[in-house]
């Protein structure tokens, strides 16, 4: 009974504020520049991952060419703001133009390619997520080609200089999380969002009801790809260069991950899942590692398989737990939906056997 | 125009490979609906398996005569009987449970079991391309200015033509090519006139990844190396090759093949190579907007 009680305590604002007061003190007890490093890239991944869930867990369409709204954000900062062409648009600004660009380019990716089927919209942002890197990288004359654009402004907040030390970029981060949240739960409980969610469970139903899906579908695909913009510049301009490889299909399929773990269209979920996956990768791997190594005496590089674990963590959750770690309610009644008739067909299977048919 | 020309030639033979991948595409999402992302995959490890029955036989270096036959025979074989095998048990293991599901949980699936895929690949060889052992004598049976046209490319088309027909047989003439096309055209009823699903579906990723194997020779052959990532990129024009075609269609997917190759030769040899895979893509969108049903398909209404 205590146990619930806490839960009762602890759900709503008054969880979410500990949460919040806990983040805050982060890097006054924890000076190791290191880590706080590790949770402004995390961070970043964090955004990430809020925006993609609008696009898969709110509207139910794969994106699997993410990244490459992730590329077009960090690109649109590197090239604005740096001595690349001489511009220095404020850091501040490029926040909306960056997310304005990424979400234009997910309407024109969209546009034609949502009034399809969604596994053709699958296999198209595949495609999308291919040739944004290979565009960059081709376009040596304005990105450099493999060697990226480098020296990017560092943000300047009234006076005050960034510079290289991680903790201003964490507490940027933390704004910018915390905004992509609000900005998240709202949309969710919007008109918008109810009509996101009509369409996930059933597109046919939704058209009829008169919800213009074309128009949710996309306005879907634009906002989830503004968020990416959030987080690459702020990403972008923390690691102060961006190059055509770091925006590869393995980073779609990472945060793609974060949400299938997490559970697709709970928010508290996706930024559970996605903090899992970032500290996965960066500390628990390297520590597995050097634990085989060091106790165990074998030389097993956990970090090398690091992809065949997501991709295991894809499938496993996906077959044994579709709605993740901590589901939405609507989500996990609608993966499961499926069960009673799966279970009534295996009961029919076994009839026909035994007849002999 | 020779060099044209010989762009024609060359766009054939790597649409051939194309077209035998598309065709394992057009299969599977024929009969379930599923775009079986981890297909490019499988045929990446065609290769490697290739490789794998190369070294066991000790080949080396070209073969001549009987003995080249049956290198040919028993390395082709072996890649099509593992790339058959490892579709059917990607089939059971993970995509089977979902075939209730909602329409998104199957083709997550196929993503994470392509990616599985492609690091047990990447494990088992490391990053770098491996060579292929040249095995096949390459003379050049034609030659005409600068035009020739090697015994390779050749191979390449022949393989592809003979597999297509006997599938189309195959799927027309035979009673399990029936099964196959009720199961296709609606499942419960299929199963209600005692069709056993399960194995026809089982069936159609065998075959289909079978031929993804005889593509992953005849590249391993044809280009001389074999690399963990090949599937990825070399699905997505495939794939583009069985929209193209028009999807379900075997000879749509052949003909979507060579156009595919037809296209990305050109496209490296006229513009540059670093384009040619936007190039493709664009082709994808392109016939998704305008026809999406394809070139030979007949367009279907969503079932309900």
């Not at chain 1, 009801?209 to 695909?221: D, E, H, R």
């Not at chain 1, 980073?251 to 930024?271: E, R």
């Not at chain 1, 520590?287 to 674990?309: C, K």
């Not at chain 2, 069985?242 to 496209?267: C, K, P, R, S, W």
Request: aromatic share 10%.
């Amino acid at each position: 009974m205590a146990r619930l009680n806490l839960r009762e305590y602890l759900k709503g604002p008054r969880g979410g504020a500990l949460v919040m007061a806990a983040c805050l003190v982060i890097p006054f007890i924890d000076r190791n520049g290191s880590h706080i490093n590790f949770l402004v890239d995390a961070g970043a991944f964090v955004l990430l991952a809020l925006g993609l869930n609008i696009v898969i867990g709110f509207a139910g369409l794969l994106d699997l060419g993410y990244a490459a709204f992730f590329a077009i954000g960090s690109y649109a900062f590197a090239m604005l703001s740096s001595p690349q062409f001489g511009i220095h648009i404020p850091i501040w600004l490029m926040f909306f133009i960056a997310s304005g660009i990424a979400g234009i380019f997910g309407i024109l990716l969209g546009a034609p390619t949502l009034r399809l089927r969604g596994d053709y919209l699958a296999i198209v942002t595949l495609g999308f997520g291919e040739i944004v890197p290979q565009t960059f990288l081709n376009l040596s004359q304005y990105t450099n080609g493999p060697n990226g654009i480098s020296s990017l402004d560092q943000p300047v907040f009234f006076g005050f200089r960034f510079g290289f030390n991680p903790v201003p970029y964490y507490y940027l981060m933390l704004v910018l999380i915390v905004l992509a949240i609000l900005v998240a739960r709202n949309l969710r409980d919007s008109r918008l969002g109810r009509a996101w969610m009509a369409i996930r469970e059933d597109e046919l139903a939704a058209a009829h009801m008169g919800i213009n899906t074309t128009a949710a579908k996309l306005s879907a695909f634009a906002l989830g790809a503004s968020f990416s913009g959030l987080a690459g510049v702020a990403y972008a301009s923390k690691l102060g260069l961006v190059s055509p490889d770091q925006f590869k299909f393995n980073v779609s399929v990472f945060i793609l991950s974060m949400l299938v773990l997490g559970g697709m269209g709970n928010i508290t979920g996706v930024v559970v899942g996605s903090l899992v996956l970032s500290s996965l990768d960066r500390f628990i791997l390297p520590q597995l590692t050097s634990f085989f190594h060091d106790v165990l005496h074998l030389n097993i590089d956990f970090t090398n398989s690091r992809f065949l674990i997501y991709g295991v963590i894809i499938v496993l959750v996906m077959l044994f737990r579709p709605e993740g770690l901590i589901p939405s309610r609507q989500r996990k009644a609608e993966l499961h939906a499926g069960d009673s008739d799966a279970s009534a067909a295996a009961a029919e299977q076994q009839l026909y056997n035994k007849a002999g048919v | 125009m020779d060099v044209f020309l010989q762009q024609i030639v060359n766009g054939i033979s790597l649409g051939g490979i194309y077209a035998l991948i598309a065709l394992g595409y057009t299969m599977v999402y024929g009969i379930i609906e599923l775009i079986n992302f981890a297909h490019g995959d499988v045929y990446a490890l065609g290769s490697f398996v290739s490789l794998a029955v190369l070294a066991l036989l000790g080949v080396q270096d070209e073969v001549h005569g009987a003995a080249l036959i049956g290198v040919i025979v028993l390395t082709l074989a072996g890649s099509m009987l593992a790339c058959g095998l490892v579709g059917v048990l990607i089939e059971r293991l993970a995509y089977r449970r979902l075939r209730n599901a909602p329409r998104l949980a199957p083709l997550i699936t196929a993503i994470g079991m392509s990616f599985i895929l492609q690091n047990v690949m990447q494990l088992w060889k490391g990053p770098s391309p491996v060579p292929v052992p040249q095995f096949i004598p390459n003379p050049t049976l034609f030659h005409s200015g600068a035009v020739e046209i090697q015994l390779k490319q050749v191979l390449v088309v022949v393989l592809a033509v003979v597999m297509m027909i006997a599938l189309q047989a195959f799927v027309t003439r035979t009673r399990v090519g029936k099964a196959m096309r009720a199961t296709a055209q609606d499942r419960d009823a299929a199963q209600l006139m005692g069709i056993n699903i399960n194995t026809t579906i089982a069936l159609t990723f065998l075959i289909g990844s079978a031929l993804a194997g005889t593509a992953g020779f005849v590249s391993g052959v044809y280009y001389g190396t074999a690399v963990f990532n090949a599937g990825f990129a070399a699905g997505l024009k495939a794939f583009t090759a069985a929209v193209l075609g028009g999807i379900g269609n075997i000879a749509g997917a052949m003909l979507g093949g060579f156009l595919i190759g037809l296209i990305e030769a050109l496209t490296t040899q006229f513009i540059s190579d670093q384009w040619a895979n936007v190039v493709v893509f664009s082709v994808l969108v392109a016939v998704l907007i305008f026809r999406p049903s394809g070139l030979l398909g007949e367009s279907l209404p969503n079932k309900v």
